[in-house]
């Protein structure tokens, strides 16, 4: 989508957006609309404004927007999407649910805010375009360098109509008054210097042979009545146990392992998975990605006998 300055604030990372966003949006008892499951970043940055989470419905596609009705978006003051490798599924959101899910924003005057740091770690092709191509007046969108360049920059963005950046950047004033200089221009000589075009390449292929790593190991490892997503990029893996097995239980057994792993409880705002488990991979040799998931896979055995 064509952008203008006027429609883009640099936040110091994403999380600052989230925080902004929330600031402007909610107030005391306000519906919110989040996936189930959905970033606990988000939730974690939305809940000191004491919303309402409302669970949209989802399948193994990702986001069910066929089976939204007219009563679930009453009253929302917007709805909290991840549609690009969703954290913590690694799911991605067909274009044709995109395109629906921004008809329903204009038929409800609803608010899209659209998270998307992991966006430009495809491994094959790129994904859909973002839900801005097909509601720009409707969106708010987030993205980061924090996933593509450094963590440690703390730099983010967001982009939405121009009336909605004027009120942000006056939240965002009184919070830090501006994101630090130093770290923009880093990122700026970075961005200009072309390096994102040859390290995104690297940084893909990378992602790509350690989830698929991953994937095999979980083959091989797991149990047989243990599934889990596929993802086409990003950083994550959902792993849905038993329903009799609770991962925050088994967490503490598999870290006296040195294995970690998030349960799947802190990423839902309303009905607790327990029974689910994010893997991460992207930052773990194929080695020993190879041997936390056999140790997991010993230690889910062990737990079921």
Same mark, same amino acid.
């Given at each position: ?8 604030l640099?936040? *110091?990372? *994403?999380?600052? &957006?989230l925080?902004?966003v ?8 306000s519906?919110? #609309? ?5 970033y606990l970043g ?6 000191q404004f +004491?919303? /309402?989470?409302?669970a ?8 069910a927007?066929?089976?939204? =009705?007219a ?6 003051? !917007?709805? %909290?999407?991840?549609?690009t ?6 799911l ?7 395109a ?8 409800h005057?609803?608010w ?5 740091? %992991?966006?430009?770690?495809w491994y094959?092709?790129a $994904?859909p375009p973002? #839900?801005r191509?097909y ?7 987030? &993205?980061?360098? *924090? /996933? ?14 121009a =009336?909605?950046?004027d ?8 919070t830090?008054?501006?994101? *630090? ?7 700026t ?7 994102? /075009?040859t390290h #995104? ?5 990378? %992602?790509? =042979?350690r989830?698929a ?17 596929e993802p086409?990029g990003g950083?994550?893996i959902?792993?849905e146990? $038993?329903?009799?097995? =609770?991962a ?5 057994l598999a870290?006296?392992?040195k294995?970690a792993?998030? $349960? &799947? +409880?802190p990423f ?12 991460s991979?992207?930052?773990v040799?194929?080695?020993r990605?190879? +041997?936390?998931?056999q140790?997991?896979g010993?230690?889910l055995?062990e !737990?079921?006998?």
């Open positions: 989508m064509p952008t203008s300055p006027e429609q883009v640099i936040v *110091s990372g *994403s999380q600052q &957006g925080d902004l929330g600031k402007a949006l909610i107030d005391p008892g519906k919110v #609309l989040v996936e189930s499951p959905t988000a939730l974690q940055a939305f809940a +004491e919303p /309402k989470f409302a949209l419905p989802a399948d193994a596609e990702g986001l927007v066929d089976a939204i =009705d009563p679930a978006l009453r009253d929302a003051r !917007f709805a %909290y999407v991840m549609p490798f969703q954290n913590p599924t690694g991605t959101l067909p274009a044709g649910r995109r629906a899910l921004a008809a329903l924003a204009r038929e005057d609803l899209l805010v659209e998270d998307d740091p %992991y966006g430009e770690l094959r092709s $994904p973002s #839900l191509a509601a720009p007046e409707r969106t708010i969108r987030l &993205g980061s360098l *924090s /996933k593509v360049l450094a963590p440690g920059l703390r730099l983010g963005f967001l982009i939405a109509p =009336d909605v950046i009120v942000l950047v006056r939240i965002k004033q009184a830090d008054l501006h994101t *630090s200089t130093l770290t923009q221009r880093a990122a000589h970075v961005l200009a210097s072309g390096l994102l /075009k #995104l390449p690297h940084v893909r292929a990378l %992602y790509a =042979d989830c790593v991953m994937l095999d190991a979980l083959r091989t490892g797991f149990p047989t009545d243990v599934r889990w997503t086409d950083m994550f959902w792993v146990l $038993p329903p009799s097995l =609770d925050g239980t088994l967490l503490p870290i006296e392992r294995v792993f998030v $349960p &799947g +409880e839902c705002a309303s009905a607790p998975e327990r029974n689910h488990v994010r893997l991979f992207v930052t040799a194929p080695e990605i190879r +041997e936390g998931v140790i997991l010993a230690l055995r !737990f079921k006998s």
